[in-house]
Nanobody
Framework: QVQLVESGGGLVHPGGSLRLSCAASGRTDTIAAMGWFRQAPGKEREFVARISWKNGATYYAGFVKGQSTISRDNVKNTVDLQMNSLRSEDTAVYYC??????????WGQGTQVTVSS
């Protein structure tokens, strides 16, 4: 089992920045990749970014367009999502996930990001 706890969400003005963090605990030795999804009100959950735990390879959704950067710390077992130039459309609950052994996916509880003036 892997447990995930997100932090760093909040209220930010349009054009502002936020850094989300996700801390993994438990069987972190089984993690193959971690990343982020988001779910806006009334919409389905959508992929944002992922990072390979072994080699740090990253992959982003098309709408990210350089706005966000995902990074990891293998020692602290954390993955961060630095989000810049935020827009109202980025308002959502952001969920951290981890791909573990046997194609198991673990999810955090989510952290709210609200972009509003």
């Amino acid at each position: 089992q892997v447990q995930l706890v997100e932090s760093g969400g909040g209220l930010v003005h349009p054009g502002g920045s936020l850094r989300l963090s996700c801390a993994a605990s438990g069987r972190t030795d089984t993690i193959a990749a971690m990343g982020w999804f988001r779910q806006a009100p009334g919409k389905e959950r959508e992929f944002v970014a992922r990072i390979s735990w072994k080699n740090g390879a990253t992959y982003y959704a098309g709408f990210v367009k350089g706005q966000s950067t995902i990074s990891r710390d293998n020692v602290k077992n954390t993955v961060d999502l630095q989000m810049n130039s935020l827009r109202s459309e980025d308002t959502a609950v952001y969920y951290c996930y981890a791909n573990g052994a046997g194609a198991t996916t673990y999810w955090g509880q989510g952290t709210q990001v609200t972009v509003s003036s």
